[in-house]
């Protein structure tokens, strides 16, 4: 399978502790994205790589979440201090750098479960 | 910040009839605008794209329009069938930006 693969798919864990995730992007695929999903809604933004740079971070990633592109292929998603509101479905996406517009390819996402 | 609206949220059709989908967004300068289908456990899978410069583009049973005057653009599926049941999102992205703003979905259900 050449698609982008996260892994883990589930993870539960008790309330204040930490969780990293990881996404491989399509190989050769320069931009990597991290999106969340809550029950009911659409996905929303939470940061861009360009290769190993971090170069866009949203709002709604607050001071407990840190994201990592470290050889600009794979990138790690980690939660400090799960807090229940941090359940959602978290999602990678990764696209070619050919064009300024180009599409954007998920990941079966990692579905977290803090109680 | 982009804002995208989808309508209606629940739509159910009889299998073999089509579906239409409408999406309104708010930033005149979102140029990109992509359809994914996300059915239960699994992550959004691209369907279907459009780019500003075109009003239209079809690919076998699907079909999106975009009225750039209006600022809407709807997903059209004909013949449907019971695969086609899913969850529908609509997106949009301003030129330049890397981020894509996606609608709240529609929840498509093809009665066989």
């Known amino acids: 399978d050449t698609g982008v693969s996260q892994d883990p798919r589930h993870k539960i864990t008790k309330r204040g502790q930490n969780v990293t995730f990881r996404c491989d992007p399509i190989?050769?695929?320069?931009?990597l994205y991290w999106y969340r999903q809550t029950l009911g809604q659409g996905p929303e933004f939470l940061t861009y790589?360009?290769?190993?740079?971090?170069?866009?971070k949203s709002r709604l990633l607050s001071d407990r979440f840190s994201a990592e592109r470290p050889k600009g292929s794979f990138s790690t998603l980690e939660i400090q201090r799960t807090e229940q509101g941090d359940s959602a479905m978290y999602l990678c996406?990764?696209?070619?750098?050919?064009?300024?517009?180009?599409?954007?390819?998920f990941g079966q996402g990692t579905r977290l479960t803090v109680v | 910040g982009e804002n995208v609206e989808q309508h209606p949220s629940t739509l159910s059709v009889q299998e073999g009839d089509s579906a239409v989908i409408k999406c309104t967004y708010s930033?005149?300068?979102?140029?990109?605008f992509p359809w994914y289908k996300q059915e239960l456990g699994k992550g959004p899978q691209l369907i279907i794209d459009?780019?500003?410069?075109?009003g239209e583009k079809k690919d076998q049973r699907i079909a999106v329009t975009l009225n750039k005057t209006a600022k809407h653009f709807s997903l059209h599926i004909t013949e449907t069938q019971p695969e086609d049941s899913a969850v529908y999102f609509c997106?949009?992205?301003?030129?330049?930006?890397?981020?894509?703003?996606f609608g709240k979905g529609n929840q498509v259900v093809v009665i066989p």
């Open positions: 996406a990764s696209s070619p750098d050919t064009t300024s517009n180009t599409e954007a390819f």
């Open positions: 190989s050769e695929h320069n931009r």
């Open positions: 790589f360009q290769n190993e740079a971090q170069l866009e």
């Open positions: 930033d005149s300068a979102s140029n990109y």
């Open positions: 459009i780019r500003s410069n075109v």
């Open positions: 997106a949009a992205r301003p030129y330049g930006n890397n981020r894509l703003a």
